[in-house]
C-alpha cells in the first residue's frame, strides 16, 4: 500500500518513517499520536503507550526507534501513563542512557492535570540513576523566554520570545534536577529554533525542547527545527546531533588507614601496646613446635597472629590524622 506505484496514500505511519529515515534519525519522540500503530514499519519499529485494553490514549505518545538498533536493546520502553515513556539504551562500559518522551499539558490546561503530569515526572526523573546519561525528548507546550541571566544553567543566551506559566514549571523542574534546555544554547536564526506557529497571531514560538543533564551539554553538538520535514502535524520537526561521550562508572575507593606509630615516643601507650599483646596471645590456643604442619595449617596460625598484633597495635596506638599543611 506504501509502494511508489500504489495509486492509495501513504499510510501517516509509512510518511513519518520516511522523514524520520530521510533525516537519518535513529530514535524519535511522538507526541500526540491518538492512533494504534503498527508493531513494524518498513524502516522503524513503532512502539506507543497504550491501555491495557489495547485502546489508544486520549494524547499518546510514543517512539520511533530504526529497526536495526531493536537488537541491542535488551529492554522494552515503559509507559508511565499516557503522557510519559521512558526507554533504557545500554551504551559502552557499563553504562546506560535513559531516554524519556514527554508530552506536557497545555497552557489551557487545567491547573490539576498539571500538577499530576509534573509530579510523575519529578517522580519518574528520581528513578533515573545518576550514572546514566539522561534526555528528554518532549512537547512541553512550554516557553522558557530568554532571561538567561536569572536562570543560568538551564537556558542557554539564543532563547525565543517570552516565557508563559508552562514554562515557569518547567523551568523549575530542570533548576530542581540540574538540567538544560538544548533549544537555547546555540545561536540560529529563529527560524531553525521555533517549532510551532500561533493560529491566530501567526506568531512562531519555541514549544519542542531537547533537555539533558547540565553536565553532558557537550554532548549535544546542535539541535535545529527541521523546516522541510512533513510529518502531518503543525509541529515542526527537532532534532538534536548528539556524539555519547562514555566513561567508565567511578569508583569510590576507601581512603587508606595507617597506623600512628609516632605514639610510640610515648612510654605510656608501649606499656599498653605490651599488654594488648600479651592478653591477645594468650588467646591463641597452644601449639607443639615439634609437630610438622602443612601449608594450610602455617598459613591460618600466621593469620590469627598477624590479627593479633593489629587489634593490639589499633586498640593502643590507633591511627594517624593526616591534614594538609595549608
Not at 522494552?76 to 533504557?88: G, N, S
Not at 491547573?111 to 519518574?124: A, I, P, V, W
Not at 587508606?256 to 591463641?284: G, H, T, W, Y
Amino acid at each position: 500500500m506504501d509502494s511508489d506505484s500504489s495509486d492509495r496514500p501513504a499510510r501517516r505511519t509509512a510518511l513519518i518513517a520516511a522523514e524520520l529515515h530521510r533525516y537519518n534519525i535513529d530514535i524519535a519522540a511522538l507526541s500526540e499520536t491518538r492512533l494504534v500503530l503498527p508493531t513494524k514499519d518498513r524502516l522503524l519499529k513503532w512502539v506507543e503507550a497504550t491501555h491495557s485494553s489495547g485502546r489508544a490514549f486520549l494524547h499518546g505518545i510514543g517512539l520511533a526507534i530504526r529497526t536495526s538498533h531493536l537488537q541491542r536493546l535488551p529492554e522494552t520502553p515503559v509507559a508511565i501513563d499516557e503522557r510519559l515513556m521512558t526507554l533504557r539504551i545500554p551504551l559502552a562500559k557499563g553504562r546506560y542512557m535513559t531516554l524519556l518522551s514527554v508530552y506536557a499539558p497545555t497552557l489551557t490546561s487545567d491547573e490539576s492535570s498539571k500538577d499530576r503530569f509534573y509530579d510523575n515526572l519529578r517522580s519518574t526523573l528520581r528513578t533515573v540513576p545518576p550514572e546514566d546519561k539522561a534526555a528528554l525528548l518532549s512537547d512541553f507546550n512550554a516557553r522558557v523566554g530568554t532571561n538567561h541571566l536569572i536562570w543560568n544553567g538551564v537556558i542557554g543566551k539564543h532563547g525565543v520570545s517570552n516565557v508563559n506559566s508552562n514554562g515557569l514549571r518547567l523551568l523549575n523542574l530542570c533548576s530542581e534536577f540540574d538540567l538544560i534546555i538544548n533549544n537555547t544554547l546555540f545561536q540560529q536564526q529563529n527560524q531553525f529554533k521555533t517549532t510551532w506557529m500561533h493560529p491566530r497571531s501567526k506568531h512562531w514560538h519555541l514549544l519542542d525542547h531537547v533537555i539533558v543533564r547540565r553536565s553532558e551539554r557537550r554532548d549535544v553538538h546542535l539541535t535545529r527545527a527541521m523546516r522541510g520535514a512533513e510529518c502531518w502535524t503543525d509541529h515542526r520537526l527537532v532534532r538534536a546531533s548528539i556524539q555519547l561521550n562514555v566513561r567508565p562508572p567511578v569508583r569510590k575507593q576507601q581512603p587508606k588507614k595507617r597506623m600512628d606509630v609516632r605514639a610510640c615516643d610515648d612510654p605510656l601507650k608501649v606499656d599498653l601496646l605490651r599488654e594488648n599483646i600479651f592478653a591477645k596471645l594468650q588467646s591463641l590456643p597452644d601449639t607443639d613446635p615439634l609437630v610438622q604442619r602443612d601449608t594450610e595449617a602455617l598459613t591460618a596460625e600466621w593469620t590469627d597472629l598477624s590479627r593479633c598484633f593489629m587489634d593490639a597495635a589499633t586498640a593502643s596506638l590507633g591511627f594517624s590524622t593526616k591534614k594538609h599543611q595549608d
